[in-house]
Structure formats: C-alpha cells, structure tokens
C-alpha cells in the first residue's frame, strides 16, 4: 500500500493532564532520552492560568487541511501563537497563503517565517493568494523562518509546544543550528501509520508527510525532546458532515468563510485534474492535521500510547525495539465529541 499516499487518499475521499497520567506505553517501549519540557510541563501552564505558547510549522497550500488546523489554533484560547513557518517547498508561496489568513483573522500580530525552499510556484489553493503581496503584510515576516523558529523558542519563558502538520526539513536545520532547542520545547506532528493506515484499513501506509522526507522525520525523532504524534490510526478518519458541517459552512466569521473559500478553491484545483472530491457545501475532506492542533492543548479524548518508531527510507514508521520512543495518539476515546469540539473551534469567534 506504499502507493497509497495522503495526497492520493484526499483525492479519493468521499467524504489534558489526566490523560497524560493514563498513557499506556507498548511492551518494547524504553525510556525515554527525553531532554526538555513534556506534556505534564505544557498542560501545567494552562492550570495556572497561562496560554500555551506554539510554533506552528505546515506546508499550507497544498492540502486543506493546514488550514483547518490553522483557523483552529487562532481560535484556542488555551493557545499564544507565537509564530507559523512555511515548510516543505514553495515557502514563499506557503507563507503568502500563512499571512493572508492571519490578516482575514485580523492576528496580524503574529509573525510569519519562510521556510528553507523559497520557491512560489502556486498549489491548489494558489487562486486565492494570486493577488496577495507578501511584502505588505502588516505583520513581520522573517526571510529565515529556521531562525525565527530557533530565537522565538530560545526567548520563550515558558515551554514551547512546536506543531508541525507537513514534511519537516525545516527541523533538521533548526536543531543542526541550535541544538538546545531541543531542550526548551516539545514536539507534536501528524506523521506515520502506526497499525492502520488511510481510511482505517488494516494495511499500514508509507504516510505523505514522512514519504516526502523520511530523513527529516529520522531526525525529528532522534533530537531529545518529547515527541507526540497523531498517525493515520487516529487522524485519518476525521470528517465533517451533516448538521456540524453546515454549521462552519454558514458561519460568517471571517475566518471561517475565509476556510471556506479555501476549500472551494482547493476542491476547484482538485478537481481540474480529475480528481473525484466531496461537495464543499456538503462536507469537509478528511481533517488529518485537526488533530496535532487539538494535541497541542489537549489529549482528553485520545488513548495515547508510548511507542519505539523508526522512520523506514521508503517513508513507513514501523514499531522496533530500536526505535525512538514516540507518544501516539493510537485510539479515539469519543471521536464524535472531537468532531463537535473541532466544530465549536472553527466557528468560535477567535
């Protein structure tokens, strides 16, 4: 099923502490080397009445579903976005689509990084940042966003939650230039194919966010800090339909209807190269990335479970005793009751 990628799957597609304390961990799973901040330590500030301060690294701009984690980062309030950085080809372009949805959400506040390819050739959601200059954004925009991301973790007083929703060459280079980031922050990503792979199938998948570069996860993996993850088994069998959907469809926030135009223009692109997708007035693609989002604040409705990985060069995340130790997100506790958390994210006001 190594074929079967996430890119491949969206075209096909019809359609906090006390958790933490439950984590079940796998037979072979050793201690972890872990250097840094863990969950306990970021789940702590929200119960002293702090904000969690985040990273967001994505390759936005090309599936959908960035944005949809995107919109429901912006609108946690148990969340301070301190930066989002363009990763994995086409910075320039990702960053474009980065700043024009934090300026329709009126957080131009937060600052916006390119990542280390700074190409602009335009992706599926090209169309609604045709007209968009980067170079007016209100807010800064830093040239070297594995920079930005090393000084805003450095210069954080407290722990930083780092979440990343694509393929990660970014990462590599931050810790190769700081490797005592590692220290300071804690890693949660949608990556790999844990026991079950797209859709819920029983055969695992080589997962597009670590077959586009396996090497740079490898890496991810090895740094000491604490490593969370949702895998497919978790995050590739949520969607919105139905009366929640039609909720985020109508709502007139201008970040949701700015999501909104997004996904028509997505789907538009899709379907331009003969992709069979779902009707964006009926239901969403599946929302893989949603689920770091909701990782970075909270694993209340998610059976977490510690596991040995290691990232395979064909892009598998395969269980091994030599593994790194990863904490996966490997079984839903309410998947409903996520789908209507996620529903009041987006539709919430941020």
Known sequence: MSSFTRRTFLSASAGGLAASALAMRSVHAAPSAVAGPT???????????????????????????DTWALLMLLNSPEL??????????????RAKVLAKMLEVCGRTDIPVGIGLDKGDRGEDQADWVADYDLGKYPGRVYEDGADAIIQTIRQSKDPVTLIAVGPVPNLPEVLRRAPDVAEKARFVGMHGSVRKGYGGSEEISAEWNVRADPAALRAVFKARWEKTVTPL???G???LAGPRYARIHGCQTPGAKALMENYRVWTEAQEKRGNKMPDPAQRSSTLFDTVAAYLGYSEDLLEMETINLVVTDNGFTR??????????????????????????????SG
Do not use: Q
């Open 39 to 65: 969950v306990e330590d970021a789940f702590a500030l929200r119960k002293a009445g702090k904000k969690i301060p985040v990273v967001f690294d994505t390759d936005i701009g090309g599936d959908i579903d």
């Open 80 to 93: 301070d976005v301190k930066l989002v950085v363009s990763d994995y080809k086409n910075g320039t372009y």
């Open 233 to 235: 088994d978790t995050c």
């Open 237 to 239: 069998i949520v969607h």
């Open 319 to 348: 269980i091994d005793d030599g593994g790194s130790p990863v904490r996966c997100a490997m079984a839903w506790k309410d998947l409903d009751a996520f789908e209507e958390h996620l529903t009041e994210r987006i539709v919430r």
